[in-house]
Structure formats: C-alpha cells, structure tokens
C-alpha cells in the first residue's frame, strides 16, 4: 500500500499510528499489552490455525444480524463524511498492520470491515474494527460494532468525546484491577455494549 518495505524505523511510525489509534473506542486489553507487538518473534498462524480463524471469524460475523441495504448506504454515505477522521486513522493503522504482516484474517460485518491481528489492540475506528485474535468472539465484535455506532452519532467529535474517555478509562484500568473489574458498566463502554447488542 505505500510501497515501501518495513524497516526498523518504519517500527516507530507504525507505533505512532497505534497510538493515536488507541484513543477511539479501546478496551482495557489492548492499553495493558502496551497495544504493539512488532517483534520478529510473532510467528506466522500455521495453516491449521488460519483455518480455524476463519472458521471462527465466520461465526462470530453469522452471529450477527445483517443490515438493509438502505441502511448500509446511508451509514457508507455517513463514514465517508461525518465519520472521515476516526476512518483516516483506522485506514492508517490497517495500512501499518499490512506493512508489518500482522493481519490474521479479516471479514465483512455490515458496512464494517473486522480486522484480527497478532497485534494486541483492539479499537473500533470508522468502519474498521480491529481486534486481537485472543479477543475474536462475537460479544468483542457487538461491542467495537456498538462504537461505530456512537460514531455516527457524534461524528468527527467521536474521538473527543468516546475515544478520550476510553482511553483514560483504559490508562486507570492497567494500575487498577479493581477500576478495570467494572470497566464496562461505565460510558462510553455500557453504551457501546447496549448499542452492539452485548449480553
């Protein structure tokens, strides 16, 4: 995508771009890893494992309900407008994970492209939800799902407002097992539980 190879240096803009990516719509278990793994020592999925991603990654996406077409164009209208800077950094960090080979396998939900990656960050940004393979279930996916939902509610302010809280909320939460242990009873997470359908 931007034609050049990953270097060390590349490393650095890579984690530049995660975190900034971290500020909208991050769950505790990214902040707590530190939200970058670009070691040479993240192996490759072997292709037993690839299949079983994409077995899982298929039923997580079955899992939920699909949208009108009406409703995915004016949401696809929405993204490209009222929502273009959460989808500037999410088309930036898939662009990083490409560089760097960390992308397991991706899949359609909607007008949202789910993104697992070997990196440990799991963020909703515009229409990409990107999480960790550890974090591949459907209630991860109906709660990034439910993020992009507040997005088009607030728009460019989404960052703001949502991301900067989940941010601070995910920072206290590393130092605070006991804050984490209700991390997703407080806004903007209940919020985005409730709207992602979450039990």
């Not at 004016?74 to 490209?80: L, P, Y």
């Not at 697992?116 to 209630?139: A, D, K, M, N």
Request: charged fraction near 15%; include cysteine; glycine fraction near 8%.
């Amino acid at each position: 995508m931007f034609g050049y190879a990953v270097s060390m240096k590349t490393e650095g803009y890579v984690l530049i771009f995660c975190l900034v990516a971290i500020a909208a719509g991050l769950g505790p278990y990214g902040c707590a890893s530190a939200a970058v793994s670009t070691s040479s020592s993240d192996a490759k999925s072997t292709p037993q494992e690839s299949a079983h991603m994409e077995r899982t990654l298929s039923s997580v996406i079955a899992g939920i309900s699909p949208i009108s077409s009406e409703l995915r164009a004016r949401r696809n209208i929405a993204q490209a407008t009222f929502c273009l800077p959460q989808n500037v950094l999410g088309i930036l960090l898939y662009g990083a994970l490409q560089l760097c080979d960390a992308i397991e396998d991706v899949g359609q939900v909607n007008e949202v492209t789910v993104v697992v990656s070997r990196w440990l960050i799991g963020v909703s940004l515009g229409r990409y939800i990107f999480l960790p393979t550890s974090f591949l279930t459907e209630q991860y996916v109906r709660h990034e799902y439910g993020h992009t939902l507040q997005g088009y509610e607030h728009g460019p302010f989404f960052l703001l407002l949502e991301g900067s809280a989940s941010l601070i909320q995910a920072i206290i939460s590393v130092f605070s097992p006991t804050y984490a242990s209700r991390y997703y009873e407080r806004w903007p997470e209940d919020e985005a539980n409730a709207l992602g359908g979450v039990n």
